[in-house]
């Protein structure tokens, strides 16, 4: 490379951060949930980039709070294990076994990897699980389907599968306060002594909406929500997600996603982020640049503003 190559590499190199400053200052002591999961937390390169940028934004002044998935770990375990899995409407049946295994694979072997990944990026990371200090109070999870011949609503039992009902912030404050980056694992303890296993996305916008977050960030395997023409929408409203959701643009897995996020900004978080976990660096284009790279979700304005 000429000096003239490098100094324009350089120059380039300056513009960046240049561009990222009035963003760096925006969000800086503000409070980001990143949930983790999907490709890049079963790929290495992408899961040590991901800790990378977990590690910047610490060094910037942001707090992240990372919540991570492991349905694909917990299903291999399973199988290691020889316990059986159910599904219902796709959703995994979680008895007593199952509900241990998963609590082993989220707390322990997944929780800790990302620990270390964190740690090996520079960065000081505190695993724990919503049990952890009282973090995540759960109760069990209620659904209904209708039964396919009389259309009659039936309700639907799926053992140990939890919702948050109360989120007591403590135990992140303290370890944020530390200069620790909290890793947490979507498992809850209910007030009838039972452990939970929580939607890794349902976790992550309960938190954000205790938290006052400025961002929650889901990570996933597609570019955002797309409109029928296959075109990203990077702005929405709950208001404009329900009118997508009636005429059949949003359908599918997005549907559940677009709840959390919805939930998130009515609960006090300021946006919601969905976008593509696969592409490098994905949360820095998102946060600190013009273009962003997802689909960002703000609540409705109130009339007047």
């Known amino acids: 490379m000429s000096e003239r190559d490098d100094m324009t590499a350089i120059r380039g190199k300056a513009e960046t951060l240049i561009e990222a400053l009035p963003y760096l200052q925006r969000y800086a002591g503000r409070t980001f949930v990143v949930k983790y999961g999907g490709h890049a937390m079963g790929d290495e390169t992408a899961a040590m980039e991901f800790a990378s940028d977990v590690v910047l934004l610490k060094a910037v002044g942001i707090n992240p709070v990372v919540v991570h998935g492991g349905g694909p770990q917990i299903g291999a375990m399973l199988k290691k294990l020889g316990v059986e899995s159910t599904f219902v409407d796709g959703l995994r049946v979680t008895d007593k076994a199952t509900a241990e295994v998963a609590e082993m694979v989220l707390s322990g072997a997944i929780n800790k990897q990302l620990v270390g990944w964190i740690a090996r990026a520079g960065g000081r990371a505190l695993g724990i699980s919503g049990k952890d200090g009282g973090l995540v109070t759960a109760t069990k999870l209620t659904r209904t389907r209708k039964d396919p011949g009389s259309l009659i609503e039936q309700a639907l039992d799926l053992g140990f599968v939890g919702e948050p009902t109360h989120v007591d912030t403590r135990m992140i404050d303290t370890a944020v306060a530390a200069g620790m980056i909290p890793v947490v694992a979507p ?18 916008g309960a938190l954000a909406g205790a938290l006052g977050a400025a961002r929650l960030l889901l990570l996933t395997d597609v570019p955002g929500v797309m409109d029928k023409q296959g075109e990203l929408l990077t702005d929405l409203t709950p208001s404009a997600i329900a009118g997508l959701q009636a005429d059949g643009t949003i359908t599918g897995g997005m549907i559940p996603k677009l709840e959390t996020c919805v939930a998130a900004v009515e609960a006090g978080c300021e946006a919601a982020v969905v976008l593509d976990g696969r592409v490098p660096h994905a949360m820095l284009l998102e946060f600190f640049t013009a273009r962003g790279a997802g689909t960002l979700i703000r609540a409705d304005r109130a009339s007047g503003d």
């Open 187 to 204: 498992i809850g303890a209910g007030e009838d002594g039972h452990t939970y296993n929580i939607n890794a996305d349902t976790m992550a």
